[in-house]
């Protein structure tokens, strides 16, 4: 999946999740399950951001 893509997914869950809670409020069983949805899906564009940075590291480390 690209960060575009991921991007893209974020930013629907994320209005979904506004939607449900101005709806059913911020409590409701869906409204949870759409923000653990979302924090899903942050945690996996966060550690793609991180993931070329420790491969850079990685290597430098081992070219000696």
Do not use: C, W
Not at 7 to 14: A, D, P, S, Y
Not at 24 to 45: I, M, Q, R, V
């Amino acid at each position: 999946m690209s960060e575009k893509h991921l991007l893209i997914l974020i930013e629907r869950k994320r209005k979904q999740l506004i939607k449900t809670g101005l709806k059913d409020g911020l409590h409701s069983p869906t409204a949870l399950k759409k923000s653990k949805e979302l924090d899903e899906l942050l945690n996996k564009y966060e550690n793609r951001k991180k993931q070329p940075f420790l491969n850079v590291n990685f290597l430098s480390t081992n070219i000696e």
